[in-house]
């Protein structure tokens, strides 16, 4: 069973950064590729960015010009950098994998989540 551990979570002031953290844990499994979704009390999840096992990245507006996404394939790790946190940053964050077994079969799993505070 492949699970997956978000950290980096934790209170910010406006204006500063965070780098999130999600690895991926399992036996006979391959990385296809990330996904970052943010999620507010009462609002329904919404994706955030897209992190490619190559390397490749998308972002939604909301968070576009003040993100990094990397991967890191050998410690099956992806991060996302969110710069210049604003108060509407403060969902809760979840990681969203989608990986390959050997035999073919793909499939997707999602993290725990992780909570971002962003107050002066």
Known sequence: QVQLVESGGGSVQPGGSLRLSCTASGSMFS??????YRQAPGKEREWA???????????????KG???????????????????????DTPVYYCKLKYR????????V????????VSS
């Open 31 to 36: 990385i296809n590729v990330m996904y970052w």
């Open 49 to 63: 960015a897209t992190i490619e096992k190559d390397g490749t990245t998308r972002y939604a507006d909301s968070v």
């Open 66 to 88: 003040r993100s990094t996404g990397s991967i890191d394939m050998a410690a099956n790790t992806a991060y996302l950098e969110i710069n210049s946190l604003k108060p509407e």
């Open 101 to 108: 077994r050997p035999w073919g079969t793909t499939l997707e």
């Open 110 to 117: 999602w993290g725990q989540g992780t909570q971002v505070t």
